[in-house]
């Protein structure tokens, strides 16, 4: 079992930027991939960024690449994401999951493919 938890969210004007983190404890947070997900109001849950086991390996979806990093630190066992250029269209819950077993794109872009979820922390954008 391992247990996520969010921090970090919270109001920003547009244009400002946000640091989410997310952290793990229970099992060896190496072992597993994470990702970044987000749910606004009324809207399916979308991936946002996802990072493999050692960090070698980054993807973003479309929407936020090139404003939002995602990064590890797997000696404190938290995974970060980087918010910047904020708008209100990044408003949602953010939440953070992890996985194992094989970590290519295609298996870390779908919320289905990971076990473990937390409990989401809030962004809210204003314009």
């Known amino acids: 079992q391992v247990h996520l938890v969010e921090s970090g969210g919270g109001l920003v004007q547009a244009g400002g930027s946000l640091r989410l983190s997310c952290a793990a404890s229970g099992r060896t947070f190496s072992n597993y991939a994470m990702g970044w997900f987000r749910q606004a109001p009324g809207k399916e849950r979308e991936f946002v960024a996802a990072?493999?086991?050692?960090?070698?390996?980054?993807y973003y979806a479309d929407s936020v690449k090139g404003r939002f990093t995602i990064s590890r630190d797997n000696v404190k066992s938290t995974v970060f994401l980087q918010m910047n250029s904020l708008n209100p269209e990044d408003t949602a819950v953010y939440y953070c999951?992890?996985?194992?077993?094989?970590?290519?794109?295609?298996?870390?872009?779908?919320?289905?493919?990971?076990?473990?979820w937390g409990q989401g922390t809030q962004v809210t954008v204003s314009s």
């Open positions: 999951a992890a996985r194992t077993g094989y970590s290519g794109s295609y298996y870390l872009s779908a919320p289905y493919h990971y076990t473990y």
């Open positions: 990072i493999t086991q050692s960090g070698g390996n980054k």
